[in-house]
């Protein structure tokens, strides 16, 4: 989990440049239509946002990104403080709260997950999600999250879960990958923001998967102890991944019902989101 400074300080730049080159999600003629889009593929999250009482909470966002979490957020609660590593992100989120009209609402921020410009005891509630698996130092990502929590408040977060079969596939391609790039010498096989992207507007994933300087996950074993300052932990697994599958192949459309049917019926025991609420 943990490595060596300076191959932390290495990955950290290779890290935020890969991020200014793909923010999360992938590049929208509107706004709005990413906001819709993020709902309709990532909505594992909204179900436990929705059961959540958000009213007056003041909230932390961590590893913002192009800012959905908090603009969906803001239809709730505020004030909603929205940090990331990647300027060019955040400006794409700024961007997108103006044309939601959710300015006076969210403030973002450059800042690392690791390291929170924040006193303790700050937020009642922190949401990080998607963002630790891609971390030098996970552990202090999850302390920083503790840290910054109230006593009494709640953390929403996503962690990669390992032990499935998309784990699998994705190890196997990343290692094909690394082995490829080493070989040819060349940095990344995905192409830049500014070239033609055919993956843009299916959001990042095969960026992600081919190119993000680091990728982890980890068993709801692993997890529950990494959170064991917590209080309370409740670990649910989600998105084992078939669905999403139609996005990719073209062919597999047709069967999207199915898909989503095998999704629900095997999450449990094959999810790869792990969505953890913390309890401090």
Known sequence: MRLKNN??????????????????????ASYQEFFNWYQQTEPYILESFDKYRWKNKKVLAVGCGQGFIANYLAEQTSPIIAVDISLDSLLRAKAGTKELGNMDKIQFDLSNAENL??????????????????????????????????????????LYRSGN??????????????????????????????EQNVWDHKGTAINELLDVPIMKAFS?????????????????NCQPGFKRLKDFLSFLRPFEKILE????????????????????
């Open 7 to 28: 191959q932390e300080t290495n990955l950290k730049q290779k890290g935020t440049n890969f991020w200014d080159l793909n923010p999360c999600g992938g590049q929208w």
């Open 220 to 236: 709801n074993k692993q997890v529950k102890l990494m959170f064991n300052k917590f209080k309370v932990v409740k670990i649910i």
């Open 165 to 194: 079969p998309k784990w699998l596939v994705v190890k196997t391609i990343r290692n094909i990958a690394g082995l490829y790039k080493k070989i040819t010498g060349k940095p990344r096989i995905t192409q830049i923001k500014g």
């Open 261 to 280: 049917w095998v999704d629900i019926k095997v999450k449990k025991k094959w999810g790869f989101y792990q969505v953890i609420i913390a309890e401090k």
């Open 117 to 158: 410009p924040f006193r303790n005891a700050y937020f009642e509630v922190v949401v990080c999600l998607g963002v630790l698996h891609h971390t030098p130092d996970t552990l202090k990502g999850i302390s920083e999250i503790f840290r910054t929590q109230r006593k009494g408040g709640s953390s929403f977060v996503m």
